[in-house]
């Protein structure tokens, strides 16, 4: 039997930490849980989630009518059906905004791969929605190209979805998420990201394999494991290309241009009219200071 009050307790702390977090802001996200067939608690609309209280929460069936609760549903729940019709052993979904898991849903930058042994584990390739406003069966069917190959959405200039069997496991993957897209942007602002080898890649595949993770990745022909090709065909839909991060393709061949001849390479021979340029420079700085 489902503790049902139980339930709604966890949802009210997964809440609580959403909001101190800072993953949803005033009354943004929403969470639920599926208690049976045709019952699923979820939050209220317009409350903040960081204040809620068992009471607070509604019933809704699997299309969305409110069966019990005193304040009104969330407006964003069928969302959380979608998911849950498409996978029914999943039980909760988490909604928020974290802000920097968003602001690559808002960039349209896709979020690279080998770099974090734990992300690679337990998340992997991370799909990005397409946009569509939020509330209606337009918005809920956005998630559903991916649903089978990940437990974590970014949703094109929203947020994120996240889900799992338990309500702690369904937020979990949205903090991982969010704190490794924040390391990323640190490590860009020190100069840039250090991708794993490929060998070191697979070696975390393998371990992922033996912990009972499946990878889409490790059902693919010719995928490049780092190069973020799970999802590549959806990206000229939701106007998704990399930008700020371009991930390294091991097996393509890579042009490797001589380098430029600049002052960082000191041993590089200058062009002739640069050289002249110089020497030129070099004449005018002399007269003018045999001229004081």
Request: charge should be negative; hydrophobic fraction near 40%; proline fraction near 8%.
């Amino acid at each position: 039997m489902i503790n049902a009050h139980k339930i709604k307790q966890e949802i009210c702390d997964i809440g609580s930490r959403l909001y101190k977090k800072g993953f949803a802001a005033a009354n943004d996200g929403n969470i639920s849980y599926r208690i049976g067939d045709n019952e699923v608690i979820c939050t209220p609309t317009m409350m903040t989630k960081g204040f809620m209280k068992p009471d607070d929460l509604c019933v809704v069936d699997m299309e969305g009518k409110q069966l019990a609760g005193r304040r009104k549903r969330t407006s964003e729940v069928l969302l959380h059906l979608a998911l849950m019709k498409e996978r029914p052993e999943i039980k909760s979904v988490v909604h928020c905004h974290p802000p920097h898991a968003t602001a690559f849903g808002i960039a349209r930058e896709p979020v690279p791969q080998c770099v974090l042994p734990e992300v690679e584990i337990f998340i992997g390739d991370v799909p990005i929605a397409k946009y569509a406003i939020p509330g209606g069966q337009e918005f809920a069917d956005t998630i559903l190209p991916f649903v089978h190959k990940s437990n974590v959405i970014i949703l094109g200039n929203h947020g994120t979805v996240s889900f799992d069997a338990t309500v702690e496991k369904a937020y979990w993957w949205t903090e991982v998420l969010d704190a490794y897209c924040r390391m990323l942007m640190l490590a860009r602002g020190l100069g840039g990201v250090h991708y794993f080898t490929e060998p070191e890649t697979k070696a975390l595949m393998d371990l992922k394999d033996q912990w009972g993770y499946s990878d889409p990745r490790a059902k693919m022909e010719n995928c490049e494991l780092c190069a973020n090709d799970v999802f590549r065909d959806s990206w000229k839909e939701t106007g998704v290309a990399p930008k700020a991060f371009e991930a390294p393709r091991y097996n393509s061949p890579q042009p490797n241009p001589a380098p430029a001849a600049t002052a960082a390479t000191p041993n590089a021979t200058p062009p002739a009219d640069q050289e002249a340029l110089i020497r030129t420079i070099t004449d005018r700085v002399m007269e003018a200071l045999a001229a004081r």
